[in-house]
């Protein structure tokens, strides 16, 4: 909940503060590689900069949904250092998934508005987990756009926000495209590929009407220590505006309801 600590007036879920000193230590390893490391120390370290950009991209899902600061401005800086290690930028999130996917995961095709990020074909037989990975990632910026046209004002936002990010991006290639490759842009696709790959898991195999049947639940603690409660997924569909520090509580009222299928212990 958000308090009256000097935290929380920064912050709207003093929660945050966690997700926040992640990011930002992970930007300061981005640039500190980018500007002091030679290409070959970079090469070295991009496994430990994916590793660490895949929790990043948790923590912009999760801010996509329910923005941590209270400052606008701060906001739209944040989204930025998000996107240049997630590779998912400003409002991809909000117009894909929170506009798309939240309102149709329960219909795949070939039901009429399938799910944005839909694990069936259009036979309406399964896809396999490399096919739903590699359709994500090819496919979810024309979905972006035409959720866009249905909403204009989120479509100007995210294209607005493109600036900064691209500007980020020329620099980075100015100064040193060698090094911004290795550091900034390589890892950025894999982390998106990483995050189109993590998310089949979430739904697949599994057709439901109901939100307790839908999806799959990793209630592994270090998961959800690393992630914030990303594993708590049928809570987060339920509500998917609720932050996610409130997850645990909706999903241990939820549980009972949950088949036991769809109950995981172990990390990955």
Not at 33 to 46: D, E, G, H, N
Not at 76 to 94: E, F, I, N
Not at 182 to 210: K, N, Q
């Amino acid at each position: 909940m958000s308090d009256s600590s000097p935290r929380g007036r920064l912050l709207r879920y003093s929660a945050d503060w966690r997700p926040v000193t992640l990011v930002l230590a992970a930007f300061l390893l981005h640039v500190a590689v980018f500007v002091w490391a030679s290409p070959w120390l970079a090469v070295l370290a991009l496994p430990a900069i994916v590793a660490v950009s895949t929790v990043v991209a948790a923590f912009n899902h999760h801010h996509q949904h329910v923005n941590v600061f209270r400052s606008r401005v701060l906001n739209r800086v944040y989204d930025v250092v998000l996107a240049v290690q997630s590779g998912v930028g400003p409002y991809t999130w909000v117009l894909h998934h929170n506009l798309g996917h939240h309102l149709n995961y329960l219909n795949q095709p070939p039901c009429a508005s399938p799910d944005e990020s839909h694990w069936t074909r259009a036979d309406g037989s399964q896809m396999g987990r490399w096919e739903y990975t590699l359709h994500t990632f090819l496919h979810h910026q024309v979905d972006v756009y035409r959720i866009g046209l249905r909403h204009p004002r989120v479509l100007r936002s995210y294209l607005l926000m493109k600036v900064p990010c691209y500007a980020f991006m020329a620099a980075g290639f100015y100064l040193n495209p060698l090094m911004y490759l290795l550091v900034f842009f390589v890892p950025s696709l894999l982390t998106l590929m990483h995050t189109c790959y993590a998310t089949y898991e979430h739904h697949a195999g599994h057709s439901a009407t109901e939100h307790v049947e839908a999806s799959v639940n990793r209630e592994n603690t270090l998961f959800n220590l690393l992630t914030c409660n990303l594993g708590l997924h049928t809570a987060h569909h339920m509500k998917p505006g609720l932050h996610w520090s409130e997850l645990p509580a909706l999903h241990a009222r939820i549980r009972p309801q949950i088949p036991e299928r769809q109950l995981l212990r172990a990390f990955w």
